[in-house]
């Protein structure tokens, strides 16, 4: 079991492009949630999948951040248009009750 | 929406003292609290949790204590190792928010040797 896996590692983006973060939940797991971690802000809920199916997209910013799981094996974080004030570690969980949720190592976006 | 706020932002312990850390949240539906720990340089992983039926919880050293009547969980981590150095993060979960946790803003412990 590798855990989740989340690609890339690090991102470096200019202002105005696009980022796409990817994410691998552990095999099972029907649970998929997607969190931002800054130092200021600390751990943001950003969105969360059941069985693929979009549940909550309440903390997600609405006019350039974009989610999808396309199937039970991963799912994909868009950020439209990055601006710096993006730039954070993105985690990326998965849970096989709900309850306890498994987190990858994150994704460190840094917009320029 | 829920709010967690986690009191202590640093907390240095000598090794085999114990360690506290308070959490208080706002939503009386909040029903589930899990903690997680943040290695330095590492992901979160889950170390404990605790429901709102019933008021105390312990494994091996980590006990969490929850008073539903003031709105506040705490976790004590008992004769401390230089391993529990690291970031601890309190969570709430309401039925009604689905899966969703509100977290703390974390605590770093350093258990001095």
């Known amino acids: 079991n590798a855990g989740v896996i989340q690609t890339p590692r690090h991102k470096v983006t200019g202002k105005g492009q696009e980022a796409t973060l990817w994410c691998e939940p552990i095999?099972?797991?029907?649970?998929v949630f997607w969190y931002r971690q800054t130092i200021v802000q600390g751990l943001e809920f950003l969105t969360y999948?059941?069985?693929?199916?979009?549940?909550?997209d309440s903390g997600m910013p609405k006019e350039r951040f974009s989610a999808q799981m396309p199937n039970q094996s991963h799912s994909t974080l868009k950020i439209q248009s990055t601006q710096p004030q993006d730039s954070a570690v993105y985690l990326c969980?998965?849970?096989?009750?709900?309850?306890?949720?498994?987190f990858g190592p994150g994704t460190r976006l840094t917009v320029l | 929406g829920e709010k967690v706020e986690q009191h202590e932002s640093t907390l240095s312990v000598r090794e085999g003292d114990s360690a506290v850390i308070n959490c208080t949240y706002t939503?009386?539906?909040?029903?589930?609290f899990p903690w997680y720990k943040q290695e330095a340089g590492k992901s979160l992983h889950f170390v404990i949790d605790?429901?709102?039926?019933?008021d105390r919880k312990q494994s091996q050293r980590l006990i969490v204590l929850l008073d539903k009547k003031a709105k506040r969980f705490s976790l004590h981590i008992t004769a401390t190792q230089p391993e529990d150095s690291a970031i601890y993060f309190c969570?709430?979960?309401?039925?009604?928010?689905?899966?969703?946790?509100?977290f703390g803003i974390g605590t770093r412990v350093l258990v001095r040797p």
């Open positions: 939503d009386t539906a909040s029903s589930y």
């Open positions: 605790i429901r709102s039926n019933v």
């Open positions: 969980a998965s849970s096989l009750t709900g309850d306890e949720q498994y």
């Open positions: 095999s099972g797991h029907s649970a």
């Open positions: 969570a709430a979960r309401t039925n009604s928010a689905g899966n969703k946790l509100t």
């Open positions: 999948f059941r069985n693929q199916a979009p549940i909550d």
